[in-house]
Nanobody, 116 residues
Framework: QVQLVESGGGLVQPGGSLRLSCAAS??????MGWYRRAAGKQRELVAT???????NYAESVKGRFTISRDNAKNMVYLQMNSLKPEDTAVYYC????????????WGQGTQVIVSS
């Protein structure tokens, strides 16, 4: 059974930081990444990373967020710094076979709220 399980969401003040983690089990993925859905909006790409360390970021998070992977542990992380209220969303971990395309496997999501 393939599973992606996110952790690390929560409430943080503007300017603060959070680190999201995603643990994959059941298989490994060439591409892993993070997407988010804000209330009333469509799900959007945040950041993705291939197994050989290619990365892709949404323009809105470049310079603030960093994606990383531990292939040995089958984990992907998202370090989020300088958080803004507009980063408030449910963040989803994603796994797939192709870099640049959302894969077929999704986690259940973790809520991030940026508010004072």
């Amino acid at each position: 059974q393939v599973q992606l399980v996110e952790s690390g969401g929560g409430l943080v003040q503007p300017g603060g930081s959070l680190r999201l983690s995603c643990a994959a089990s059941g298989r490994s993925f060439y591409a892993m990444g993070w997407y988010r859905r804000a209330a009333g909006k469509q799900r959007e790409l945040v950041a993705t990373m291939s197994k050989d360390s290619s990365t892709n970021y949404a323009e809105s998070v470049k310079g603030r967020f960093t994606i990383s992977r531990d292939n040995a542990k089958n984990m992907v992380y998202l370090q989020m710094n300088s958080l803004k209220p507009e980063d408030t969303a449910v963040y989803y971990c994603n796994g797939g076979n192709f870099f640049g395309i959302a894969g077929a496997y999704w986690g259940q999501g973790t809520q991030v709220i940026v508010s004072s």
